[in-house]
């Protein structure tokens, strides 16, 4: 896709929301690592149910290993994945007391040494509470970018390296949560709404929903 056609992408997406933020709800730092380490797998909607009570009891690392892992892994049963999510959330909070006073790291290679934090989680994390032009590439980020023709890529890792690279500078503070909007409730996975899409003119999916004329 030509350069000015990424921009005007982003333009349009501004326009509708200039601001956007992570869907998942939290207090401090602390407490957004652990809802992205929930999110796995998981909806935002449902992580945001249960952290809405676990944080009222253990919204720091202390509190957490105080709340410890049996009953942590009882109230985040409901999600997948919930024993290996609650003993990373547990390990990463020894960790931040050890070596971070306590405190998330603030760099990509202190976050991704965390359990359960991987690449993607690191950038959603530094591009939300570090402010930094980090594009983390989760599945709605893969399928828009490569659907828009912003780029064609077949791993999340080669995704990131081409919209770092690709997207002005303007817009790559709020980039990741325009393209996560954007194919969470216009562009999905299966039936893409084309005829609700505010940038379906600069979109190169071959498949898109051809609207006719009334």
């Not at 929930?38 to 676990?54: G, H, M, P």
């Not at 009882?74 to 994945?81: D, E, F, P, T, Y």
């Not at 790559?172 to 999905?188: D, F, M, P, Q, S």
Request: hydrophobic letters at 35%; glycine letters at 4%.
């Amino acid at each position: 896709m030509k350069a000015k056609n990424i921009g005007k992408i982003f333009e349009v997406l501004s326009k509708e929301n200039p601001m956007p933020k992570i869907e998942l709800k939290y207090k401090n730092e602390f407490t957004l690592f652990t809802a992205v380490v929930l999110s796995a797998q998981s909806t935002d909607k449902k992580v945001n149910e249960i952290t809405s009570k676990l944080f009222e009891i253990a919204d720091n690392p202390y509190k957490m290993l105080i709340l410890g892992q049996e009953e942590l892994t009882n109230r985040i049963k409901s999600i997948g994945l919930y024993n290996s999510k609650a003993k990373n959330i547990i390990a990463a909070c020894h960790i931040m007391i050890s070596q971070y006073n306590g405190q998330l790291p603030n760099t990509f290679e202190g976050l991704i040494k965390l359990p359960g934090v991987g690449r993607k989680s690191a950038n959603v994390l530094l591009n939300s509470l570090f402010d930094k032009n980090t594009i983390g590439v989760d599945t709605h980020v893969f399928r828009v970018s490569n659907r828009l023709g912003i780029c064609f890529s077949k791993t999340p890792e080669h995704t990131e390296s081409i919209l770092i690279q690709c997207i002005p500078d303007k817009w790559k503070k709020y980039a990741h949560n325009w393209l996560v909007l954007h194919g969470r409730y216009i562009c999905k996975a299966k039936k893409p709404l084309c005829n609700k899409c505010k940038i379906r003119e600069l979109c190169e999916f071959e498949q898109k929903q051809i609207i006719l004329p009334k």
